[in-house]
């Protein structure tokens, strides 16, 4: 509503004066202000805030009249009383100087302003006004209390006297009534003589009068409060009667809300007290308190001291309350707190030290409210020090805070949009997103996905940047649109705002005229004739109706009350205007749909039609009178409306479900009367016409029925007139804000499926619940409210200590105001079900499923009701959980919600949640069935708490396999960590929960990365589901020896089970693209376990199925021949690329690691980590291979004469050959520089790259294709070769063969597997047959290996110490040659010499393999 804004401001004043100021009052027009001294009254002007006039009392007159104490103004401005210590009365008069004025602004040349504008000066400087003292009031005893009361001064004596005195003939029309002979009763319909006050020494302490009830307020000195009204015109002591309230004996201080009917008592225990007078029987009746409560003000609730002042806005919207230790505080008119001084950066400087409380001796509301202007009682103790060491202006205790506020509070037809507007003295606040994005109609506006910053407040979701909202939740800051200088400097203070439904212009009004401004040209328009803006007065706010602005006004010229439309394409002139006449004037305008409805001072209502007529060139909108209802039978005064609405909303919700067309109807006008919601439903109870013929704005529109009181102590009402059949609960509801009551909502009840209603079901139910922030606008569809929320920021730090006592930036922070949003969909839920309405939530619910938050509202929900019934005290006879339970098993979220609310709850309450929910076990294994995997893994963290170790391990197994075979890495990697942790009995704390939890998280198993784990091995009852192909014999018992990755612990031992397990199955399955993403993803050591699953798992059994598994898995196409190859001179040839060439097999572990994961590269190293039963000399070397590759930094590739860079060992002559052998080497990145190929050439090149397949599946087949070479698996290799169709890597294989030690039956199954190749690929697939053409010697060469069926030889471990150094070296030149097949061999007959060298490498190579796997064995 209001929210402060920067830093106060200190006033400097130019006199010379040691006194201090102790009182400040502005006039009733809020252009001035007075400040009084001890012996000195001093005239400001407000903006600028300069002093106009000083008036010093003489040393004589001030020892008689004693200090002077208070001030009031008259009405009209004219006069000002002063009472003093004394008891007298110094009447002021201030004459103004006509056409004098004390500044004039200085304009830079050549800018705009022209001195001839009407009204030119006053606005623009101070006028010059005199002080003279008029008459002096002796009242003989001293004076507690002024009150200026139309056209008398009322004053209050010590010696319980009430004064009447006239401005005008002061001491004639003087009247003294004794407070004893005024009667007391606690209502007026007691006896009539009610009892007098009884005490001698009673007298009024403070009392302030209130037109709209007429009477004043008044506090008396015993501490008790009420109120007195005269009887009758006649101001007499027999016509004067009070009424108690009864409840209050320490009153200090009274204010009164003139446009509610509100009196607010301050209390000596720090509280304010609201009282109302009931207007059946006269008598005071409470309506709410403000006070500090303990939870949010713990240190200071209770010692605030009393009530010292209470100021209400000029609009009457908010409160200000001070105490005597001082501190601001700032409440909406029913109690909604907005602001306290008390606490946070206010109360604490930024290294923690306590400050003081500003404490305040006196206060008054600036023009609209945009000003508080506060005298510091803090400051008297330094004035004298600092008046010595400076004889520079006087920077007295005069502080002004800067406010702003919620356009609602002075323009209530705001409340049927969906943007929250603020406004300030001289600037607009907006949450309307880019203008950009708003271009379509609300209601036809595509989610636009962007992220919603975490808000503050203890319902803000953080899982709200899913779909993201409409732009009006946008981002945080606000749109900030300066008011235009030219039109504020002759028409300050703005008085009215209003925007347009697609958050794209903006209108606002000051003192006269208007001007509007478009977010999307970011251009101000104002009226051209200056004239015609300063004889137009706006009286009852405007809206935007399309593309028009409708505004109630008053002609100063002709002295006439108007409704005027201006089109806002238009220049703006009253030439384009439309105006009509109208009778009174007007006070309030809202716009419905195409209806205009006007509130007026003569207390009717008023509808006019609209319509857009499309005639010449700009388009015009007429107005119609529809009706005029008169409502004076029921408002007592016209200033008590606050808002008038005119709404579709019905009692009958039957009618809109048989006849859809009426629900769009202007059924019913809502009217707040000072807080009361009064509803008047158009009468159907009469014959209905029928008639579809006649002009609608001929047709005889409906009656009004007699009000009906809907709710007290509203404070905003929302309503829309959109319509939407899947949301009807929510757009068919009317939202209200009741200040500290929280927020209603009167909703529509519907029957499921258009049954007929139940005769016991009422049409519509009003149901309150709280939310955090103050509401200023409904998200009607996303179930969101709008607010804004002061923040604060210390700067104290940025000044040194010396001087930091009177800097305002060290004593106060700096203060902001943040947009911010709440969701209120789970306390209408859980009304509804405490309401036994389950039926009706459930509806409601559905058509809010596909909400982005709706997961998060399940989960308040249920959170809430959780918290509150788990640590009730007392037990609970109807407890809603179970319900709640029910309610959320019928969506699909279910399982979600249940285990985030769980996590985000103590350890304490989760029996009493899972009582009502279901078994944790039961809902993980539902999990399970339901593919939901991380939701699996939170419940996981659930049962490690709640069960032993046992089941946490059965159900973490089940999981594992399942993440496993889904191929969630992520997920896998926590599960390991987490059995680990089982097993090293970690599992008696219950883990630290994270913070948030998104669905995409990693289930929640974060926390197990940084742990320390010690070792317990305990596998108790490994269950049946496991599926072990083994059965592991483990002992249990906790371990003194930590765990690490040398230690073969039982526990690594039977994740390893599970791991090689799964790498058998899809290596079985060939899967070879899963199992390197496999091995990448969890750091397996797919190397040492292919050695020993050489002969088993790692055979090829069917060559042919394993080729076109691979082609489809990589998606690498299948080889074909070209009519025109055959005399092609690349016949049979592969051009390599050359980034083949430069690959460099660490990156290309990452491709797997990166293939199909969310998450980043897989930082655990290729290490033996998760393997623990390779011998440590094993490990060493495969450690020392694994990371060869890393030196390897630069690849050279040999230039061709020709350019046509082909494979090694293809079927090109042997010239070519040789000359690529002896030929130029350069770097590779050159090597298309000097490109010269023939037309068939560059047909065959093309072929040859379209049979080829993507660039990140060739990288993957040669990291598998080195891995394999590696483990000795040739079959593999054998079957890649065929794929890549590289002879070179065929060549490796059978060069590899040809020695000794190979097993026979590894040939034999290669020989076997190559001649089904061939048979298939002459049946199916001619495309490989050139190459296998190519690689026919070779394949002779094996059938003769077989044939001999060499044994290997008997194999003799080698002395464990010298592994790695006898075979790390050609370890590494083998594997450079194999990868990268850069050996100069084009066929079986190459050199002797490299190859007896090679076979020697190779052997060794195998043998340290094959003692490697000899060596393992399982326990």
């Known amino acids: 509503m209001y929210f402060l804004s920067g830093w106060p401001k200190r006033l400097s004043c130019p006199l010379e004066s040691l006194e201090r100021p102790l009182h400040i009052q502005t006039d009733p027009q809020r252009a001035f202000f007075a400040v009084l001294f001890p012996s000195q009254l001093s005239i400001w002007y407000c903006r600028p805030s300069v002093l106009i006039v000083s008036y010093k009392e003489l040393t004589k007159a001030a020892s008689q009249f004693g200090p002077y104490k208070q001030a009031e103004w008259r009405p009209d401005s004219t006069m000002i009383a002063v009472s003093t210590a004394n008891g007298y009365i110094l009447f002021f008069e201030i004459p103004s100087a006509r056409d004098k004025y004390l500044y004039e602004p200085i304009y830079p040349k050549g800018s705009p302003h022209l001195k001839g504008t009407p009204h030119y000066k006053e606005e623009q400087c101070a006028p010059s006004l005199n002080l003279e003292m008029k008459k002096v009031l002796d009242l003989q005893a001293s004076i507690t209390s002024l009150q200026s009361m139309l056209e008398d001064l009322l004053v209050a004596t010590a010696d319980g006297f009430l004064h009447l005195i006239h401005w005008d003939g002061m001491t004639n029309g003087r009247k003294a009534i004794n407070l004893c002979t005024v009667p007391f009763s606690v209502d007026l319909q007691s006896s009539r003589a009610g009892s007098l006050l009884g005490f001698e020494d009673v007298y009024i302490r403070d009392m302030e009068y209130c037109a709209t009830l007429d009477g004043f307020a008044v506090v008396f000195n015993d501490g008790r409060v009420g109120f007195i009204t005269p009887m009758s015109s006649r101001f007499t002591a027999e016509q004067l009667h009070g009424v108690w309230a009864q409840d209050v004996v320490d009153g200090t201080c009274v204010a009164v809300n003139n446009k509610y009917r509100l009196m607010a008592f301050g209390c000596a225990n720090g509280s304010v007290q609201v009282y109302t007078i009931d207007t059946t029987t006269g008598a005071m009746q409470f309506s709410h308190k403000l006070e500090l409560t303990p939870k949010q003000y713990p240190d200071i609730w209770n010692k605030t001291g009393p009530v010292k002042l209470i100021r209400w806005s000029p609009d009457s919207c908010v409160v200000m309350v001070t105490w005597e230790c001082g501190g601001l505080s700032l409440w909406s008119v029913f109690g909604a707190q907005l602001i306290c001084t008390l606490g946070g950066d206010f109360a604490y400087q930024s290294d923690g030290a306590k400050k003081d409380p500003l404490k305040i001796c006196s206060m008054t509301w600036g023009s609209e409210g945009y000003h508080l202007w506060v005298i510091d009682g803090n400051s008297s103790s330094n004035m004298k020090s600092e008046r010595n060491s400076n004889n520079e202006a006087q920077s007295f205790g005069i502080l002004q805070f800067q406010f702003i506020k919620s356009a609602l509070t002075v323009n209530p037809c705001m409340s049927n949009q969906e943007q929250v507007l603020l406004q300030g003295e001289d600037r607009l606040y907006l949450n309307c997103g880019d203008a950009a994005q708003t271009q379509s109609p609300r209601n036809t506006l595509a989610h636009s996905e962007h992220s919603h910053s975490r808000e503050r407040g203890p319902f803000s979701g953080g899982s709200l940047d899913s779909q993201g909202l409409s732009t009006l939740l946008g981002h945080r800051h606000w749109h900030v649109v300066q008011i235009h200088s030219t039109y504020l400097e002759s028409n300050w203070p703005i008085r009215f705002s209003a925007i347009d439904k697609l958050g794209q212009n903006v209108a606002v009004v000051g003192k006269f005229g208007f001007a509007h401004y478009s977010l999307l040209t970011k251009k101000w328009k104002l009226f051209g004739n200056i004239t015609q803006e300063q004889t137009m007065m706006v009286t009852g706010g405007l809206a935007w109706w399309n593309d028009f602005i409708v505004l109630a006004c008053y002609n100063l010229n002709d002295h006439q009350e108007e409704l005027r439309i201006y089109l806002r394409t238009s220049n703006l002139d009253n030439a384009f205007a439309h105006i009509t006449k109208v009778q009174a004037n007007t006070l309030l305008l809202s716009v419905f749909r195409d209806i205009?409805?006007?509130?007026?001072?003569?207390?009717?209502?008023?509808?006019?039609?609209?319509?857009?007529?499309?005639?010449?060139?700009?388009?015009?909108?007429?107005?119609?009178?529809?009706?005029?209802?008169?409502?004076?039978?029921?408002?007592?005064?016209?200033?008590?409306?606050?808002?008038?609405?005119?709404?579709?909303?019905?009692?009958?919700?039957?009618?809109?479900?048989?006849?859809?067309?009426?629900?769009?109807?202007?059924?019913?006008?809502?009217?707040?009367?000072?807080?009361?919601?009064?509803?008047?439903?158009?009468?159907?109870?009469?014959?209905?016409?029928?008639?579809?013929?006649?002009?609608?704005?001929?047709?005889?529109?409906?009656?009004?029925?007699?009000?009906?009181?809907?709710?007290?102590?509203?404070?905003?009402?929302?309503?829309?007139?959109?319509?939407?059949?899947?949301?009807?609960?929510?757009?068919?509801?009317?939202?209200?804000?009741?200040?500290?009551?929280?927020?209603?909502?009167?909703?529509?009840?519907?029957?499921?499926?258009?049954?007929?209603?139940?005769?016991?079901?009422?049409?519509?139910?009003?149901?309150?619940?709280?939310?955090?922030?103050?509401?200023?606008?409904?998200?009607?569809?996303?179930?969101?409210?709008?607010?804004?929320?002061?923040?604060?920021?210390?700067?104290?730090?940025?000044?040194?200590?010396?001087?930091?006592?009177?800097?305002?930036?060290?004593?106060?922070?700096?203060?902001?105001?943040?947009?911010?949003?709440?969701?209120?969909?789970?306390?209408?839920?859980?009304?509804?079900?405490?309401?036994?309405?389950?039926?009706?939530?459930?509806?409601?619910?559905?058509?809010?499923?596909?909400?982005?938050?709706?997961?998060?509202?399940?989960?308040?929900?249920?959170?809430?009701?959780?918290?509150?019934?788990?640590?009730?005290?007392?037990?609970?006879?109807?407890?809603?959980?179970?319900?709640?339970?029910?309610?959320?098993?019928?969506?699909?979220?279910?399982?979600?919600?249940?285990?985030?609310?769980?996590?985000?709850?103590?350890?304490?309450?989760?029996?009493?949640?899972?009582?009502?929910?279901?078994?944790?076990?039961?809902?993980?294994?539902?999990?399970?069935?339901?593919?939901?995997?991380?939701?699996?893994?939170?419940?996981?963290?659930?049962?490690?708490?709640?069960?032993?170790?046992?089941?946490?391990?059965?159900?973490?197994?089940?999981?594992?396999?399942?993440?496993?075979?889904?191929?969630?890495?992520?997920?896998?990697?926590?599960?390991?960590?987490?059995?680990?942790?089982?097993?090293?009995?970690?599992?008696?704390?219950?883990?630290?929960?994270?913070?948030?939890?998104?669905?995409?998280?990693?289930?929640?198993?974060?926390?197990?990365?940084?742990?320390?784990?010690?070792?317990?091995?305990?596998?108790?009852?490994?269950?049946?589901?496991?599926?072990?192909?083994?059965?592991?014999?483990?002992?249990?018992?906790?371990?003194?020896?930590?765990?690490?990755?040398?230690?073969?612990?039982?526990?690594?031992?039977?994740?390893?089970?599970?791991?090689?397990?799964?790498?058998?199955?899809?290596?079985?399955?060939?899967?070879?693209?899963?199992?390197?993403?496999?091995?990448?993803?969890?750091?397996?050591?797919?190397?040492?376990?292919?050695?020993?699953?050489?002969?088993?798992?790692?055979?090829?059994?069917?060559?042919?199925?394993?080729?076109?598994?691979?082609?489809?898995?990589?998606?690498?196409?299948?080889?074909?021949?070209?009519?025109?190859?055959?005399?092609?001179?690349?016949?049979?040839?592969?051009?390599?690329?050359?980034?083949?060439?430069?690959?460099?097999?660490?990156?290309?572990?990452?491709?797997?690691?990166?293939?199909?994961?969310?998450?980043?590269?897989?930082t655990t190293p290729r290490s033996r980590s998760w393997l623990g039963t390779i011998s440590s000399s094993q490990r060493e070397m495969d450690t020392v291979s694994s990371h060869g590759p890393h030196m390897q930094d630069a690849f050279l590739s040999p230039l061709l004469s020709k350019g046509d860079e082909c494979s090694i060992g293809s079927a090109t002559d042997l010239t070519e050959t040789s000359s690529m052998v002896d030929g130029d080497w350069t770097i590779v990145d050159e090597n298309f520089s000097s490109l010269s190929l023939t037309q068939s050439e560059l047909e065959q090149l093309s072929l040859e790259l379209a049979s080829k397949g993507p660039h990140k599946s060739q990288v993957q087949l040669r990291y598998l294709l080195h891995i394999f070479m590696e483990a000795g698996c040739l079959d593999w290799c054998v079957v890649i070769g065929l794929i890549l169709r590289e002879s070179s890597v065929i060549n490796q294989v059978f060069s590899i063969m040809q020695s000794s030690d190979i097993d026979g039956e590894i040939c034999q199954n290669i020989k076997t597997g190559l001649d089904a190749v061939d048979k298939w690929a002459s049946t199916d697939c001619p495309g490989y047959k050139p190459f296998l053409s190519i690689i026919k010697p070779q394949i002779q060469k094996l059938n003769e290996i077989v044939e001999e069926q060499v044994q290997p030889e008997a194999f003799q471990p080698v002395n464990p110490s010298k592994v790695p150094e006898q075979a790390n070296p050609r370890a590494e030149e083998n594997r450079t040659s194999s990868s990268h097949g850069t050996n100069p061999q084009s066929d079986a007959g190459s050199s002797n010499a490299s190859r007896h060298e090679e076979d020697k490498a190779k052997t060794e190579d195998e043998d340290s393999f094959q003692e490697g796997s000899y060596d393992c064995v399982v326990s």
């Open 596 to 1162: 205009v409805i006007l509130f007026r001072a003569d207390c009717s209502i008023c509808l006019y039609s609209i319509e857009r007529r499309s005639e010449g060139l700009n388009p015009t909108a007429s107005i119609q009178i529809l009706q005029e209802v008169s409502m004076s039978r029921y408002i007592p005064h016209p200033f008590l409306v606050v808002s008038v609405t005119l709404t579709s909303v019905r009692t009958e919700t039957g009618i809109t479900l048989k006849m859809p067309q009426q629900a769009c109807e202007a059924e019913s006008i809502m009217l707040n009367l000072a807080g009361q919601l009064i509803m008047l439903q158009r009468d159907r109870s009469g014959p209905q016409i029928r008639d579809k013929d006649n002009n609608p704005n001929q047709r005889k529109h409906l009656p009004f029925c007699a009000p009906v009181v809907l709710a007290q102590s509203v404070e905003n009402v929302w309503t829309t007139c959109r319509i939407n059949k899947q949301k009807r609960h929510l757009l068919e509801a009317l939202w209200l804000s009741c200040g500290g009551a929280g927020m209603k909502v009167w909703l529509p009840l519907f029957p499921r499926d258009h049954r007929k209603p139940h005769s016991f079901l009422s049409r519509r139910i009003m149901l309150p619940f709280h939310i955090n922030i103050y509401p200023l606008a409904v998200l009607f569809e996303d179930a969101l409210v709008l607010g804004a929320v002061n923040d604060t920021v210390l700067y104290d730090c940025l000044y040194t200590q010396t001087s930091a006592r009177e800097h305002l930036e060290v004593l106060f922070p700096f203060s902001i105001v943040e947009r911010t949003s709440q969701i209120y969909l789970h306390h209408i839920l859980r009304q509804l079900l405490v309401r036994n309405l389950g039926e009706q939530a459930l509806l409601l619910a559905h058509s809010c499923a596909t909400l982005p938050y709706f997961p998060h509202v399940l989960e308040l929900m249920l959170h809430e009701v959780l918290e509150e019934e788990a640590t009730s005290r007392e037990p609970i006879p109807d407890p809603l959980l179970p319900t709640v339970a029910k309610f959320i098993t019928e969506f699909p979220l279910f399982l979600q919600t249940v285990v985030h609310c769980a996590r985000k709850t103590e350890y304490a309450l989760w029996n009493y949640l899972f009582a009502a929910v279901g078994n944790p076990k039961d809902l993980f294994e539902e999990c399970l069935m339901a593919q939901d995997l991380d939701t699996a893994a939170s419940y996981l963290i659930i049962l490690q708490n709640m069960e032993v170790p046992a089941v946490s391990r059965q159900h973490a197994t089940l999981l594992f396999n399942t993440a496993l075979e889904q191929g969630k890495w992520d997920l896998c990697r926590h599960m390991i960590r987490f059995l680990k942790a089982i097993g090293s009995g970690e599992t008696e704390t219950p883990p630290a929960t994270p913070t948030t939890q998104e669905p995409s998280s990693s289930g929640g198993f974060e926390f197990f990365r940084h742990r320390s784990i010690s070792l317990s091995q305990s596998a108790e009852n490994l269950h049946s589901k496991f599926n072990l192909t083994k059965t592991l014999s483990m002992p249990s018992g906790p371990s003194v020896k930590r765990w690490s990755k040398d230690s073969d612990c039982a526990e690594n031992m039977y994740i390893d089970m599970m791991l090689w397990r799964h790498a058998r199955r899809l290596l079985e399955e060939i899967k070879l693209k899963d199992l390197g993403c496999f091995a990448a993803q969890l750091g397996f050591e797919l190397i040492g376990w292919l050695c020993k699953e050489r002969a088993r798992a790692a055979r090829v059994e069917d060559f042919v199925c394993a080729l076109k598994k691979l082609h489809n898995d990589f998606l690498w196409p299948f080889p074909v021949i070209p009519a025109s190859s055959i005399n092609s001179p690349f016949k049979n040839g592969k051009c390599k690329t050359a980034v083949g060439e430069q690959l460099l097999k660490s990156q290309s572990a990452d491709t797997f690691v990166n293939m199909e994961m969310d998450t980043g590269i897989s």
